[in-house]
């Protein structure tokens, strides 16, 4: 069954540091989507991309994130500079058509020490 | 108040037991879809359930969904040390590009 990939599975960093984190969504979806999970806490939506470019962004998502779709294959989030804070699960979904079911990678453990 | 709100939050069962946990939504929804997460892991989806369908059963979960009272179930019959994890349901929400929406989830422990 395709499957949603993420990499790196965990990254530490240290605040004010650059993190970009991969995800391969599912080859024939159409949207993606980045989420994250706070230890403890829910899983927030972040940002969704459709046909290269941002279609919807949350509060969370300011200016130190960018998502990007380089290469047709590939969506990553970029952290320009991290803060503490920023330390969670980060999941990338995508789902094919409307109404369809989105699914999600196994997640990036980000740790912003 | 949120979309998706899941109830109980903890459920702490025998193996073998069925397990019930409810989730109530707010607004109208096209779907709704349930995930489990074992702990700091990834969210494998489970099942999506649409608004024109009442239940639905694969293997031991049985989803069903009630649009007049805005709620969904998810039963799991005869549980297992291995259904310990936490289970979401999310709704769609924001048009056509539908994010999806999670509530805090029940922690279900199965003791062997």
């Known amino acids: 069954e395709p499957e949603v990939t993420q990499t790196p599975s965990h990254q530490v960093t240290q605040m004010g540091q650059e993190v970009i984190l991969h995800c391969v969504p599912i080859s024939n979806h159409l949207y993606f989507y980045w989420y994250r999970q706070i230890l403890g806490q829910k899983v927030e939506f972040l940002v969704s991309f459709y046909n290269n470019e941002i279609s919807e962004k949350s509060e969370i998502f300011d200016d130190q994130f960018s998502v990007e779709r380089p290469d047709g294959s590939n969506f990553t989030l970029k952290i320009r500079s991290t803060k503490l804070e920023d330390s969670a699960m980060y999941f990338c979904?995508?789902?094919?058509?409307?109404?369809?079911?989105?699914?999600f990678g196994p997640g990036t453990r980000l740790l912003v020490l | 108040s949120q979309q998706g709100e899941e109830d109980p939050q903890a459920l702490s069962i025998q193996e073998g037991e069925n397990a019930t946990m409810n989730c109530s939504y707010k607004?109208?929804?096209?779907?709704l879809q349930w995930y489990r997460q074992n702990s700091g892991r990834g969210l494998v989806h489970l099942n999506l359930i649409r608004s024109n369908e009442r239940e639905k059963h694969s293997g031991r979960l049985r989803v069903t969904l009630d649009t007049s009272k805005k709620s969904s179930s998810l039963l799991i019959t005869a549980s297992r040390a291995a259904d310990t994890a936490s289970y979401f349901c999310a709704t769609p929400e924001g048009g056509g590009y539908q994010k999806v929406t999670f509530g805090i989830g029940t922690k279900l422990q199965v003791i062997p």
């Open positions: 979904a995508s789902r094919g058509q409307v109404g369809e079911t989105q699914y």
């Open positions: 607004t109208s929804i096209n779907n």
